[in-house]
């Protein structure tokens, strides 16, 4: 990942991080808490593709799992949310422009009732029940639900700050310069000119004129 990537992801899930301990977790809502650490992995996943998506969930679940007050084995959450990230990055638009808001949606359902079934079965295999005496159904429904409302105001703005974090000026710079060397060759190669020579008779060309001009002066003086 570049370092413009690093530095935004790091700053955005830090952030997620503190809103979901400090606020989200103490509303006391019925079924599940509202995933705010979730909706951050998929915006930037939709823009990074399934590799950058993979390790920004990886970083961001295991941040979560050794937040306090953590409550299950650390790796967790880690796991969780880096196949998520890896599976909504597959879904990134070709064109990193979203055409409707119905896919994402979709994402956005798909990726917490993905999460709530990975996270229980993974607890299921460490001899975690919690999910168990909760009710894993009442867990999926409000899981769906509190991060369907809550995207439409994470997810855009994740994934505008994103996009415009990947237009680098230098790398621009470096597209430019690039571009003019293409440019140059393809004169050069294809049309059989070379730029040397080209400037080697505007010079030859320039230095006539001088003398032609030279000349002319010369002629009506004597006259």
């Not at 995933?35 to 951050?40: A, P, Q």
């Not at 894993?136 to 505008?160: E, H, K, Q, R």
């Not at 004169?187 to 006539?208: C, D």
Request: a positive charge.
């Amino acid at each position: 990942m570049r370092v413009n990537r690093i530095l935004l992801s790091s700053a955005l899930v830090v952030v997620a991080l503190v809103i979901q301990v400090s606020v989200l977790a103490r509303l006391h809502l019925p079924g599940a808490v509202p995933d705010l650490m979730l909706l951050t992995v998929l915006g930037l996943a939709l823009v990074y593709g399934h590799v950058g998506g993979a390790l920004v969930g990886f970083g961001a679940g295991l941040l979560v799992d050794l937040a306090p007050p953590a409550d299950h084995a650390a790796g967790r959450y880690a796991l969780v949310l880096c196949v998520i990230g890896y599976l909504a990055g597959l879904v990134k638009p070709e064109t990193g422009q979203l055409k409707s808001a119905t896919g994402p949606m979709v994402v956005v359902v798909a990726a917490a009732i993905g999460s709530t079934l990975l996270y229980a079965g993974v607890g299921a295999l460490v001899g975690d029940t919690a999910a168990r005496h909760v009710g894993l159904g009442s867990l999926l429904f409000t899981a769906a639900l509190y991060d369907l409302l809550l995207a439409p105001f994470v997810v855009p703005g994740i994934m505008a700050l994103a996009r415009r974090a990947e237009n680098d000026p230098l790398a621009e710079t470096g597209s430019a310069a690039k571009a003019t060397d293409i440019s140059s060759g393809w004169l050069s190669g294809g049309t059989g000119l070379k730029i040397g020579s080209q400037r080697n008779g505007l010079r030859v060309k320039a230095a006539r004129a001088r003398m032609a001009r030279a000349g002319r002066i010369k002629g009506v003086k004597r006259l």
